[in-house]
């Protein structure tokens, strides 16, 4: 299983899905599920955002961790700065995000 999970940061890493910027690292996972949306890391937790493309907007799906109100509404600003790119590496991994 070790094996697994190292092949899997591996291939993960020759990827271009994540995005670091504000203090935080905005990802968006190959294998990942709909509906489409970017998790957000921080140090202090992990925020998942939704991407809806068609509103040009963002919205908070989930929160892991303790992360501050601040914090939350930094996330969601730094995901709305790089909504064009996120939405493309969505699309390239999952389709449309329609």
């Known amino acids: 299983m070790l094996a697994k999970a190292i092949a899997w940061v591996y291939n993960l890493e020759e990827t271009v899905s994540s995005i670091h910027s504000g203090g935080f690292r905005l990802q968006v996972f190959p294998d990942d599920h709909r509906p489409p949306h970017v998790h957000v890391f921080s140090p ?55």
Do not use: N, P
């Open 44 to 98: 202090s937790g992990q925020v998942i955002c939704l991407l809806h493309k068609a509103d040009r907007c963002v919205t908070v799906d989930e929160i892991r961790g303790k992360v501050a109100s601040s914090a939350v509404r930094k996330a969601l600003d730094e995901v709305a700065r790089h909504f064009d790119a996120l939405v493309e590496m969505w699309e390239y991994y999952h389709g449309s995000c329609d």
